[in-house]
C-alpha cells in the first residue's frame, strides 16, 4: 500500500506497515487492538520506550558521570510503567499521593523517588517520609514547616528511611526564564507558581540548615513542557550558578516531543549536550547533576486508537469518533496539534477534521488532517499520545475511561483494563435520597 512516510515518523519506533495486517506496533496489529479492546484506547510500544529510556540514560552518564535520570511521571502515571522504570533503574519523580502510591506500587524504592509540588498537603508529606522518599522538592516556606514536623514526628518512631532523622531537600527556584511554549505549561518566568524567586532562596537555605530535621541536598528549576529550543535549559543553569556551590542541581525536564509534521525538537543528545556542557561552565563538576525528561520520554510511545462514529461532508468534511476530550485534553486545554491515520489505509487521503463525541466546540482531535476515504467504522489511530493523554483521563458526558495495552513482541497487554459503570458508580453515597 502506498504509505506516507511522514506520518510513521510520528509512530513509535516499533511501528510497521503490514501488507495483510495494517499498521502495528511491536509486532501487533491496531486494527486487532481495537477489535479485542474496544476503542478508545491507548497503545504503549513497550520495547520503544526501554529503548528511549536506555537512550537518555547512555547520553547522560556518558557526559557527566555522577548523574541520575528521573522519570517526570505526571506525564504517564501508570502503575505499568512505573514498574518498567523501575526495572531500568532510574528514578521517578511524583507530585501527589496517587502517584507516590502508584509509584511505589509499580516497585519503585522509596529512596529513587522525588516529590514535588507547590501545594504539597500534609498527608502527601507525611506519606513521602513513611515512604523514606529520597528527595522532597521544597517549593516554598510552609513546606519547610510541615516538613520539619513530619520528619521529627517520625523520627520519634524509627529513623530507618533518613540519616539521623533528617530528610534530604532540593529547593525549587523559580530562574525567571521565559521559554517559547503554551502559557498553561510554561514554569520558570516570573510571576509563576512554581519554586522560589532567586532573592527568597537564600533564605529558605538558611532555615533549612538551621533546622533540626531536615538536610540540604541541592536545588531544582523547571522552566516548562514542550519547549523545542535548548537555550532556556542553558539559561536556567546559569541562574542557578549564583545561588551558591551544592551536591545536588536537578535541572528538571520540559524537552519537547515531535507532535506535528513541522515541529523539530532538539534530539535528547542535543538537549542533555547543551545543560551539560553549561554546567561545566558553571556548576561545581564535583556535583550531582540531574534531570527529570517527562513528556519527551514517553510521548512518542504512545498512540491512541479511536473508531469512525459518523463522516458528515458539505463545506468540510467532518469525521467523528468514539473518544475525543475525556481521553485527550491537550487539544481543548494548549491547543496542541496532533496528526492522524486510518490503521488499514495508513498515510495520504483528503483533508478531514477529526471531531469528538462530547459536548463541547472545542472537542476536536485534529483539523486538516488526511484520511483515505473514511467511513464509519474505521479504527483512526492518532500517535504521539503516551504523555498527559491518559495523565488528564476524565468522565466527560459520562465517558468510560480509556484502557492502556501495552504491546510488545507480537503480544498485546493490557495493564490498565477499561473502566466500566460499577467503576463509574463506585463512589455514589445517594441511596440515602428517598425522593421527598
Not at 504517564?76 to 506500587?105: H, K, N, S, T
Request: include cysteine; charge should be negative; proline fraction near 4%.
Amino acid at each position: 500500500m502506498g504509505v506516507n512516510p511522514d506520518i510513521l515518523e510520528l509512530f513509535p519506533e516499533g511501528t510497521a506497515v503490514d501488507a495483510d495486517r495494517g499498521l502495528t506496533v511491536g509486532g501487533v496489529a491496531l486494527a486487532e487492538v481495537a477489535d479485542r479492546f474496544s476503542t478508545p484506547a491507548y497503545v504503549v510500544d513497550e520495547a520503544g520506550l526501554r529503548a528511549r529510556i536506555r537512550r537518555y540514560q547512555q547520553a547522560l552518564g556518558a557526559g557527566w558521570p555522577d548523574s541520575r535520570l528521573v522519570f517526570a511521571s505526571k506525564s504517564f502515571p501508570c502503575v505499568a510503567a512505573y514498574r518498567l522504570m523501575a526495572q531500568a533503574g532510574i528514578g521517578v519523580d511524583v507530585a501527589g499521593l496517587g502517584e507516590l502510591a502508584a509509584a511505589l506500587r509499580g516497585g519503585v524504592e522509596g529512596r529513587n523517588l522525588v516529590l514535588h509540588g507547590n501545594a504539597k498537603t500534609s498527608a502527601e508529606i507525611e506519606m513521602a517520609v513513611a515512604a523514606g522518599v529520597g528527595l522532597v522538592v521544597v517549593d516554598n516556606f510552609d513546606d519547610i514547616d510541615r516538613l520539619e514536623h513530619a520528619v521529627e514526628q517520625a523520627a520519634q518512631h524509627t529513623a530507618e528511611h533518613t540519616a539521623a532523622g533528617r530528610q534530604d531537600v532540593l529547593v525549587r527556584v523559580l530562574p525567571e526564564v521565559r521559554a517559547d511554549t503554551y502559557e498553561a505549561v510554561a514554569t520558570g518566568q516570573k510571576g509563576s507558581k512554581f519554586g522560589l524567586p532567586l532573592d527568597q532562596v537564600p533564605r529558605a537555605i538558611e532555615r533549612i540548615r538551621a533546622g533540626a530535621h531536615l538536610r540540604m541536598a541541592g536545588v531544582h528549576t523547571h522552566v516548562g513542557s514542550q519547549i523545542l529550543d535548548v537555550e532556556p535549559f542553558a539559561a536556567a543553569v546559569r541562574a542557578l550558578a549564583g545561588l551558591g556551590e551544592f551536591e545536588t542541581y536537578n535541572l528538571g525536564g520540559g524537552l519537547g516531543a515531535r507532535y506535528t509534521y513541522t515541529d523539530h525538537p532538539p534530539e535528547p543528545e542535543e538537549w542533555i549536550g547543551a545543560i551539560i556542557d553549561t554546567a561545566r561552565r558553571h556548576l561545581p563538576h564535583s556535583a550531582r547533576l540531574m534531570i527529570e525528561p517527562g513528556r519527551s520520554l514517553v510521548a512518542r510511545s504512545g498512540v491512541t486508537l479511536y473508531r469512525v462514529v459518523n463522516v458528515k461532508r458539505g463545506d468540510r468534511v467532518t469525521v467523528a469518533v468514539d473518544g475525543g476530550m475525556a481521553d485527550n485534553m491537550e487539544v481543548a486545554l494548549y491547543g496542541q496539534r496532533f496528526e492522524a491515520t486510518l490503521v488499514d489505509r495508513v498515510g495520504g487521503g483528503e483533508r478531514v477534521d477529526i471531531v469528538g463525541r462530547h459536548c463541547e466546540s472545542g472537542d476536536r482531535i485534529s483539523s486538516g488532517v488526511t484520511l483515505r476515504a473514511p467511513r464509519v467504522g474505521d479504527v483512526v489511530a492518532v500517535p504521539v499520545t503516551g504523555a498527559y493523554c491518559h495523565t488528564m483521563a476524565n468522565n466527560y458526558n459520562g465517558a468510560l475511561k480509556a484502557p492502556v495495552v501495552f504491546c510488545a513482541d507480537g503480544e498485546a497487554r493490557e495493564v490498565v483494563r477499561r473502566e466500566t459503570l460499577g467503576d463509574f458508580f463506585a463512589r455514589d453515597t445517594s441511596e440515602w435520597i428517598d425522593g421527598s
